[in-house]
C-alpha cells in the first residue's frame, strides 16, 4: 500500500484483511429457514430489507444455498452499479451471487461501520471499475478484498457508526411515511376516479376515453431513428426512462441528438413543457406507468421509445393528468 497523509490513528487496510466472506452452506428445505432474500428483495441504496421470499412457497435455483445471519451484510456481485447493500435483521438464505460479509475481528473493524464503508461513492467505483463482463458484469470477492480505505481508531468508529445509524434511522422512518401517504393517496385517486368513484357516484360525472382529453400522444421514435450512435455532447435533449421519477422528473440523465439530425428526422416527436411522460417499460428501479410533467426548464426535446408523451387539452391541468395512471 501507498503512504498517504491520515488523521492521527487512522491506517490504510485492505477490505479482504479486516473483513470475511461467509460461505455457510444449506440446503433451503431442510435448512428449517423460512425466508430467502434475491436481488430484488434489495434496494438500490437502503441498508433494510423491506421484503423478501419465503422459501416454502416459491421455487430456489441451485444459487440459493448461502445461509446469513442477522446483522450481516449481504453484497449484490453481480451489476454492482445498482448499489445493493443491506443488512438483514433475520437469519435466510441467499444465492451465492449475494456475498455475505462481516468483520474478521470487532476489536479492529466495528461490524455495525461496515455497511456505510460499503455505501461510499469510492466503494461503488471501485467495485464498477473491477467487475468483470459486459452483460450482466460482476465482481469477484477476491478483486473485492484488495480494495483499500482507511480505517479510524475503534473509538472514533463507535461515534462514527452512532451518528450514521441514528441518520439511517430518520432516513427509513421518513421512507416509510411516505410510503404510508403514497397507499393514502392511490387509496384516494381509485375511489375517486374508478367507476364506482364518488365522482361517478355523483351522477354529475361520466367516464371519458383518454384520447379524447389529449391534443397529442406519441410513443417516440422506434427503430433506427433514435439509437445511441445518434447520442451527442449537447443539442436537443432526449428523454428516457432514466428521466421518469414516480411523479417528477429527474435531470440527473442527460442526453443529446445534434440540432440538424433532429431537424431533418424527429420534429414530429417534440416534447413540450407540461407535457405527461410515462414510462412504457421497466427495470430495477423504474416500474411501467412512472409518470412525471416535462419542467419547463428543459427546452427543445424529444422523447426516447418506450417513454410516451401525452399532451391533455388546454382545458385540462396537467396535474389533474397525473392522478390516474
Avoid at 157 to 174: D, G, T
Avoid at 268 to 281: E, F, K, M, Q, S
Amino acid at each position: 500500500m501507498t503512504e498517504r497523509a491520515l488523521k492521527p490513528g487512522w491506517t490504510w487496510v485492505k477490505f479482504g484483511d479486516v473483513v470475511r466472506q461467509i460461505k455457510d452452506k444449506v440446503d433451503a428445505k431442510s435448512s428449517g429457514l423460512k425466508r430467502y432474500i434475491a436481488g430484488e428483495h434489495m434496494d438500490t441504496d437502503d441498508l433494510r430489507i423491506r421484503r423478501w421470499g419465503e422459501i416454502c412457497d416459491d421455487y430456489l435455483g441451485p444459487a440459493f444455498h448461502m445461509r446469513f445471519r442477522p446483522g450481516q451484510v449481504l453484497y449484490g456481485s453481480r451489476r454492482t452499479y445498482l448499489r445493493k447493500v443491506a443488512v438483514p435483521d433475520f437469519e435466510g438464505i441467499c444465492a451465492n451471487t449475494t456475498f455475505v460479509l462481516e468483520s474478521k475481528d470487532p476489536a479492529v473493524l466495528l461490524p455495525e461501520l461496515l455497511p456505510f464503508i460499503m455505501q461510499t461513492e469510492v466503494f461503488h467505483e471501485y467495485s464498477i471499475t473491477n467487475s468483470k463482463g459486459s452483460v450482466n458484469p460482476y465482481i469477484n470477492s477476491s478483486d473485492l478484498a484488495e480494495y483499500e480505505f482507511a480505517l479510524p481508531p475503534l473509538a472514533e468508529q463507535r461515534q462514527i457508526a452512532a451518528v450514521l445509524w441514528a441518520a439511517e434511522e430518520v432516513k427509513s422512518n421518513y421512507q416509510e411515511l411516505v410510503a404510508t401517504t403514497r397507499l393514502f393517496w392511490n387509496a384516494a385517486a381509485t375511489e375517486y376516479f374508478s367507476e364506482t368513484g364518488l365522482a361517478f357516484d355523483s351522477g354529475t360525472k361520466k367516464g371519458v376515453r383518454l384520447g379524447d382529453l389529449l391534443d397529442y400522444s406519441s410513443d417516440g421514435p422506434f427503430g433506427s431513428k433514435l439509437k445511441t450512435a445518434h447520442y451527442t455532447e449537447d443539442g436537443v435533449r432526449v428523454i428516457r426512462l432514466q428521466n421518469i421519477n414516480d411523479r417528477s422528473f429527474n435531470d440527473d440523465d442527460k442526453a443529446y441528438i445534434s440540432e440538424s439530425y433532429y431537424q431533418n428526422t424527429l420534429t414530429g416527436y417534440t416534447v413540450r413543457p407540461g407535457d405527461v411522460i410515462v414510462a412504457g417499460l421497466g427495470d430495477d428501479n423504474i416500474q411501467p406507468g412512472r409518470a412525471c410533467i416535462v419542467p419547463d426548464s428543459l427546452g427543445l426535446a424529444v422523447n426516447k421509445a418506450d417513454c410516451y408523451c401525452l399532451r391533455p387539452k388546454k382545458n385540462l391541468d396537467t396535474r389533474f393528468g397525473m392522478v390516474h395512471k
